[in-house]
């Protein structure tokens, strides 16, 4: 028998098992486990009489080739279907001309239009949104601006031909897109049979396992050979990967504390200066405090210090005219003295002894009429006698 005898016999088994039980190779690829399946069938006939002892159902023994025939078949037709590379080869073209094609399109028009402020506002309309539904309609709307100006645009020797590509590109773009979307929401149904045909030999490679693994539990060795070789490796990688994470993160947590025992000195010393530097601190403010108690001190004594300054000050002017008083009044004796000498030896009134007696009665009157009231700082010094 042949694989597509076993496809086309299987094909109606596998399509049976309902999407609840249809299970995925994600952990490891098909054509991997189909090896591994093969592997197992040639440790299974070795083992048979201990298997068929142990309570294992020969039949899926013997039905391994089968399952393992349909599922390469299926990955095989679900890998060449080319229905899905072709649509979405297609779509990634027409996309990339679509958005292309409206930047050219408004690179050209920004420049005929650009003393038109109204089509300008409408030009900036067409570039807004990147989505796929924004660049199908601004290319269908670009098209119906561009042939209501066409007279200008011919003028400018603009190619018309871009504004037909336009409104073509839109509605082939807009009927892909329909198609794309549906694909995308429609499940693929080789797919699902190659995950149905992954499925019902995944049943019969677990039972055989399940039945080695209680069978071989106390021989490790031959334990091993029903295992997946490429999970055990797998899993060794992943364990060498976590054991070389934690050496970098301890070899980082190791320069970590290296580096904080190496800076713990210049922390004490900080801590120690900035210990030291606080009676400084205290002392600032206590010297600010005293400063300002001598200069309130100083101030209170300038304020008390004025009234005597202003009191020697008036006792200067007062003494003044006094002074001055006594310098005359000793003047006016010593004139007296001498007219009374003059007086024996002329016996009699002249001109002379009259002026000097009208002289010595006017400076005896200025000196008891001149006086200094408080207040008063100026001093009358001439005066006139009628």
Request: aromatic share 6%; proline share 4%; charged share 30%.
């Amino acid at each position: 028998m042949n694989i597509t005898d076993y496809y086309s016999s299987k094909l109606a088994v596998i399509t049976s098992i309902p999407d609840k039980d249809i299970s995925k190779p994600v952990n490891i690829p098909v054509h991997i486990y189909a090896q591994e399946a093969e592997l197992l069938k040639c440790w299974c006939h070795a083992d048979k009489e201990k298997l068929i002892a142990g309570g294992l159902d020969w039949s899926l023994v013997e039905d391994l080739p089968a399952r393992i025939d349909t599922l390469r078949e299926a990955q095989s037709i679900w890998s060449a279907s080319t229905d899905d590379i072709n649509l979405k080869k297609k779509w990634r073209e027409i996309t990339t001309e679509a958005r292309e094609l409206r930047q050219l399109l408004l690179h050209h028009m920004r420049f005929i239009f650009r003393k038109n402020p109204a089509a300008l506002a409408g030009i900036r309309k067409f570039s807004e949104g990147n989505s796929h539904i924004a660049i199908i309609q601004a290319l269908y709307d670009i098209a119906i601006f561009g042939e209501d100006r066409i007279e200008l645009l011919e003028a400018a020797r603009f190619d018309i031909t871009l504004l037909r590509r336009a409104a073509d590109l839109s509605g082939e773009m807009a009927s892909l897109y329909a198609v794309v979307t549906n694909t995308r929401r429609t499940p693929d149904k080789k797919l699902k049979i190659r995950n149905q045909a992954y499925t019902h030999l995944a049943e019969a490679v677990e039972e055989i396992r399940f039945h080695a693994k209680h069978i071989f539990w106390k021989n490790p060795a031959k334990l091993e050979c029903y295992r997946s070789e490429y999970t055990r490796r797998k899993n060794r990688r992943y364990k060498q990967n976590c054991k070389a994470k934690e050496l970098i993160i301890s070899s980082e947590e190791s320069t970590a504390a290296a580096k904080q025992v190496t800076e713990a000195p210049e922390r004490y010393i900080t801590a120690t200066k900035q210990i030291t530097d606080t009676p400084e601190i205290c002392i600032t403010p206590a010297k600010q405090v005293t400063d300002a108690t001598e200069r309130y001190i100083t101030a209170s004594k300038q304020v008390t210090d004025a009234p005597e300054r202003y009191t020697t000050a008036s006792k200067q002017i007062t003494d003044e005219p006094k002074v001055k008083t006594g310098t005359l009044k000793a003047e006016t004796e010593s004139l007296k003295r001498e007219t009374k000498k003059l007086k024996p030896e002329t016996n009699r009134p002249n001109s002379r002894t009259k002026s000097a007696e009208a002289e010595t009665n006017a400076t005896e009157w200025c000196n008891y009429t001149l006086k200094v009231y408080p207040g008063h700082h100026e001093q009358c010094n001439n005066i006139i006698i009628h």
